[in-house]
């Protein structure tokens, strides 16, 4: 199908005149999506798990079934792996405090890769400062590239964590997190991955990568916001202790006892956002519905428009790699004198949305020798139109500011 031809599964983007180009922040979300969300409520809306009558029954259902449908989406060996959270921010928390909390000792050390969204690294942080353990930083090249030497250096037999995203929200450059997780499994530790900006775009196969843990929100997703997920092998699961106490994560409870539920269920205290995950679910029916084949084609000839268009803007440079195919509908970039915040204000002046600023990843930026960017971001729904207004907007910027041409 054609991007106009999709576009009309997406009421904002039929009922805006807006460019949307900010998707690495959020999605847009077709009908589907928000007409499951408005069934759930409609026909389903009881508290799931807690009641035996036939509502209650639905609800409980139709949230085991998305449970089930993310299962297969990324290839777990069982729904039990399943952990449903509000974001991939909550889902790192998560790890951070049930695992990092209880399974990092002094002298421990965790390796964080200099690329990640603060989500990814600021709990390693917290964990680090608590334990005793030491922060060490999986340093890339100014392209993006992590090489296998500083892979092989910074890993070492006192690595017991490595937190890595599988694509940047900066760069969009696709880490190479098999070889990350592969190493750190030889030295006896284990592997986090944000898949954030890999999942709504790409194939992601937890087996295939060997992922202890694995993130990412449906927000992103086409999906709710609120609803996240988290993956965490079925053995690991089961000896991390509860994140959240209260409702619906026990066995039994008396006074002198508490016995925890299993599974996911144990991490998924109080009322859950059933509604959210039927949006979920049904996000991910469309995906597949298109395919990843077709998604990432479309993408990746808006990013190499992209690309293309704006590295010949006298003034304008790209941050990361000069190909395209290292971007993944991801593309940030300055312009000289020009502060990135007044280049979001110029092009939202012309109706185009994207994002500066330093995009959750302080760090990285300043190992790529600046304070922020600009960065716009591509779903399979945008148009080379959209593209090319893009970069007739940038073209003019500097002569906006006074510049000249």
Same mark, same amino acid.
């Given at each position: ?22 998707? @690495? ?5 077709? &009908?589907? =999506? +928000? ?12 508290? !799931?798990?807690?009641? $035996? ?5 639905? @609800? ?22 399943? =952990? ?18 209880? $399974? ?8 964080? &890769? ?24 999986? /340093? ?5 590239? %992590? ?33 990350? %997780? ?28 060997? *992922?202890? /843990? ?15 997920? #988290? ?11 509860? $994140? #959240? ?23 998924? @205290?109080?009322?859950?956002? *059933? ?8 996000? +991910? ?6 395919? $990843?084949?077709? +998604?990432?084609?479309?993408?990746? *000839? ?30 940030? /970039? ?28 302080? !760090? ?11 960065? @716009? &971001? /591509? ?27």
């Amino acid at each position: 199908m054609s991007s106009n031809a999709l576009r009309e599964d997406f009421p904002l983007l039929n009922s805006e005149k807006t460019i949307y180009l900010d998707n @690495a922040a959020t999605s847009q979300k077709p &009908s589907s =999506v +928000i007409e499951a969300e408005r069934n759930f409520y409609l026909n389903q809306n009881a508290n !799931p798990l807690r009641g $035996f009558y036939p509502l209650s029954l639905e @609800a409980t259902k139709a949230y085991e079934d998305a449970r089930r449908k993310v299962a297969s989406f990324i290839n777990a060996k069982t729904d039990q792996e399943i =952990v449903f959270t509000r974001n991939t921010t909550e889902s790192m928390n998560l790890v951070a405090y049930s695992y990092g909390l209880s $399974f990092i000792k002094p002298g421990d050390e965790i390796v964080v &890769s200099i690329l990640e969204h603060h989500s990814n690294m600021l709990p390693w942080r917290m964990v680090a400062e608590r334990t005793g353990a030491t922060i060490k930083y999986l /340093f890339c090249e100014p392209d993006g590239t %992590i090489s296998d030497k500083a892979i092989e250096e910074a890993i070492t037999k006192n690595t017991k964590l490595v937190a890595i995203g599988q694509i940047s929200n900066v760069l969009g450059c696709l880490n190479p997190v098999e070889k990350v %997780i592969k190493r750190v499994h030889e030295m006896g530790g284990v592997a986090v991955i944000d898949a954030a900006q890999s999942a709504p775009h790409m194939p992601v196969d937890v087996q295939a990568l060997d *992922a202890d /843990f694995l993130a990412f929100s449906g927000h992103k997703l086409l999906g709710p916001m609120g609803i996240g997920v #988290l993956y965490v092998k079925e053995n690991i699961l089961a000896k991390m202790p509860p $994140f #959240l106490t209260g409702g619906e994560m026990i066995e039994s409870v008396t006074l002198e006892k508490v016995i925890y539920a299993r599974g996911p269920q144990k991490f998924e @205290a109080g009322t859950v956002n *059933a509604a959210g995950a039927a949006g979920l679910a049904a996000a +991910i029916d469309y995906i597949n519905g298109i395919g $990843f084949d077709e +998604i990432m084609k479309k993408e990746d *000839a808006l990013t190499k428009r992209a690309i293309e268009k704006l590295s010949a803007i006298p003034h304008v440079h790209i941050l990361g790699s000069n190909d395209y195919k290292n971007h993944h509908g991801i593309v940030s /970039f300055t312009i000289d004198n020009v502060h990135p915040h007044d280049v979001s204000e110029v092009l939202s002046s012309d109706g185009i949305a994207v994002r500066a600023g330093h995009h959750c990843a302080q !760090p990285l930026l300043k190992h790529l020798g600046v304070n922020s960017c600009t960065r @716009a &971001s /591509f779903m399979f729904y945008n148009t080379e139109d959209e593209i090319d207004a893009l970069a007739e907007s940038v073209s003019k910027i500097r002569e906006k500011m006074g510049y000249g041409k």
